[in-house]
Structure formats: structure tokens, C-alpha cells
């Protein structure tokens, strides 16, 4: 069975600095991996997907990730944080056998330092 | 189109009592998902529809859990005699059954609708 496991509940950063986010999965065939963003009282939105085509995935607002297949990662980066940054983040996986079920990880909150 | 939209938003009751929620998809999709999220954690999933057919339920939807989608576009999830265990984001979600075109099944989510059972 696929699970994911995100590093860490809370991250905070300062204004400008880099944002990591990691993510581990584990998937018994090739993933489509996700990240998703929920702001506070709204539902979650895509950030980005991959889907076994480039390993380096960009998305809306700056962001991207990188899939390692070596290492079972799936880190989420943005070069630069912005306060409207502040957010929980979900890392997800998903196979597309069967169930297209989408299994998402326990979340890591982002806080943006001025 | 406005996305999915999930009613109620919010839902105060008692222990025992019965509630139900209703979701509306986006009207090109065929899949329509479940998930619940409580404080910290991500969302957990319960089932799923495609069209009118539930075709996977959790081992965490228990009998007093039921959920249809009866013609295969709006779907209610409804619990019966809530605990306060059961407090918590009802999320819905959809994705079309052309996923394939887009590389992966992007959920689409609502707002939620959230639990209190007190």
C-alpha cells in the first residue's frame, strides 16, 4: 500500500529565505505524486503534480519539486518566502490502479517571519 | 462553473443525533471522494464514487456512516447517532474521468463542511 510521511508539522522561515518542505513516500509501483496547499477555512489546491514525465516539477507561485526515486523524496522548494506563503501543506500520492484513491500525509504548517 | 460546494459549512449537534451533508461537483466530473481531516492531520480517506457507483469505502466509514450519490452528480454523506469522535472537516472532492490528459487524477476540493458533536 502507498503512504506518504512529510517531515516535520511546522516550519518557519523568515521573509525572503528558502522554503523546504520534505516529503517521503512509499508506493510498491511508480507514484503520481502531489502537493496541495490549504489556506486557513478553504479547501485544498493544487500546487503541483508529477506524473513520471520531467523529475523536476515547477508549480503556481514559485514553487517546485523534485522527484528522487533513490531516495523516495518528493521535497517541496521555493527560493524566496513571501508572507502570503503562511499555509498548511500537504504532500500526496496516488496510483493509478484501481482505485485512483489519493493518500495524503499528516501536513506541515508554514509560518513566514517578517 | 463554481468549483464543488459543500452545505452545510458548519454543523453544531448533539451526540446521537443524525447529520447529513451534501456535496455538488464540478459538473463535468465523474468522480466524486470523501476525506475527513481532524486538527493536525491530513485528510483521511472514506470513499468514493464514480458516477452513481461507490466503488471503495475505508475501513474508517463504520456502519452508521452512509454516503450516496444517487444520480451520479451531487452526493450526501450522512452520520447516524454522531459521537464526538466524529467531530471533524468533512471534505469533498472531485476529478474528471479525462484525467489522463492532464498527466494525473487532480483532485478538485470543496470548502468542507466541519462537525461539531458535543
Known amino acids: 500500500a502507498q503512504s506518504v510521511t512529510q517531515l516535520g508539522s511546522h516550519v518557519s522561515v523568515s521573509e525572503g529565505a528558502l522554503v523546504l518542505l520534505r516529503c517521503n513516500y512509499s508506493s510498491s509501483v511508480p507514484p503520481y505524486l502531489f502537493w496541495y496547499v490549504q489556506y486557513p477555512n478553504q479547501g485544498l489546491q493544487l500546487l503541483l503534480k508529477y506524473t513520471s514525465a520531467a523529475t523536476l516539477v515547477k508549480g503556481i507561485n514559485g514553487f517546485e519539486a523534485e522527484f528522487k526515486k533513490s531516495e523516495t523524496s518528493f521535497h517541496l522548494t521555493k527560493p524566496s518566502a513571501h508572507m502570503s506563503d503562511a499555509a498548511e501543506y500537504f504532500c500526496?500520492?496516488?496510483?493509478?490502479?484501481?482505485?485512483?484513491?489519493?493518500?495524503f500525509g499528516a501536513g506541515t504548517r508554514l509560518f513566514v517571519k517578517a | 462553473d463554481t468549483g464543488v460546494s459543500q452545505d452545510p459549512r458548519h454543523k453544531i449537534t448533539k451526540r446521537g443525533q443524525n447529520v447529513t451533508f451534501r456535496c455538488d461537483p464540478i459538473?463535468?466530473?465523474?468522480?466524486l471522494y470523501w476525506y475527513r481531516q481532524t486538527l493536525g492531520q491530513g485528510p483521511e480517506f472514506l470513499t468514493y464514487f464514480q458516477n452513481e457507483a461507490q466503488l471503495e469505502k475505508s475501513r474508517l466509514l463504520s456502519d452508521r456512516f452512509s454516503a450516496e450519490r444517487p444520480k451520479g452528480s451531487f452526493s450526501t454523506l450522512e452520520i447516524q447517532r454522531t459521537e464526538q469522535g466524529d467531530s471533524a472537516m468533512y471534505l469533498c472532492?472531485?476529478?474528471?474521468?479525462?484525467?489522463?490528459?492532464?498527466?494525473?487524477?487532480?483532485?478538485?476540493f470543496g470548502a468542507g463542511s466541519r462537525l461539531t458533536v458535543l
Open positions: 472532492a472531485s476529478s474528471p474521468e479525462s484525467w489522463f490528459r492532464s498527466g494525473a487524477n487532480v483532485l478538485t
Open positions: 500526496a500520492v496516488s496510483l493509478h490502479t484501481g482505485g485512483f484513491k489519493t493518500i
Open positions: 459538473s463535468e466530473h465523474n468522480r
